[in-house]
Every structure is written in C-alpha cells, then in structure tokens.
C-alpha cells in the first residue's frame, strides 16, 4: 500500500503563487509515474500535469507556461509549482501515483486533495 500527502495548498490572490508537494511513503518512489489532478465544483477531475519515472512531462493546456511538476526522489516527493494563477485554477487538486516496480504493477494511488483558492 502506498500512501501520499499533499501539502502546500491555500488562499492565494489572483496572479500569485503556490507550490504543492504530495510525498509519498514508499522507498521505490523513483519507478512510480506522478500525477496532479485537480477537480473544481461541479466538474469532473482532470490531469493538470504528469512526470513519467523517466523525466518525461505532459501538461494540460490550460496550465501550460504556467505550472511546473518536478520531482525529488531522494525525499519521495513530487512538486507543483503554480505561478500566474487564475480564478479559475480554484479546485481541490490532488496527487496520483501508478507504482511500477521491478516486479511488476502494483496499482494507481490517491492523495486526500488540497484545497486551492484564488482570489480575485
């Protein structure tokens, strides 16, 4: 079972700055494929950003040059960096792993969710 924590959310004014950080609890973090999702008020859960074990990144448009996903394996923790935010980034976002190991799949993973808010 693996077990991630987000953290970094909050109130920010529109055109400010947030990084949220989801660790997780397992050693082999480094194999896992990361995601953040967010989902808003009446609307559906989507993929804002993605890293592959491998360093490959995906965004979605709605995001892109403004959001950054990174990763530290050495502390099993994956970053959102959030600049230029909009009213309409406001959602819980939360973070997803798909743990591949040496061994083989082991299951696609969910954090609580932060709450983001963006404040005109």
């Known amino acids: 079972q693996v077990q991630l924590v987000e953290s970094g959310g909050g109130l920010v004014q529109a055109g400010g700055s947030l990084r949220l950080a989801c660790a997780a609890s397992d050693r082999t973090f480094r194999s896992y494929a990361m995601g953040w999702y967010r989902q808003a008020p009446g609307k559906q859960r989507e993929r804002v950003a993605a890293?592959?074990?491998?360093?490959?990144?995906n965004y979605a448009d709605s995001v892109k040059g403004r959001f950054t996903i990174s990763r530290d394996n050495a502390k099993n923790t994956v970053y959102l960096q959030m600049d230029s935010l909009k009213l309409e980034d406001t959602a819980v976002y939360y973070c997803n792993a798909d743990v591949r190991r040496s061994t083989g799949y082991y299951g696609n993973y969910w954090g609580q969710g932060t709450q983001v808010t963006v404040s005109s």
């Open positions: 890293l592959s074990s491998g360093g490959s990144t």
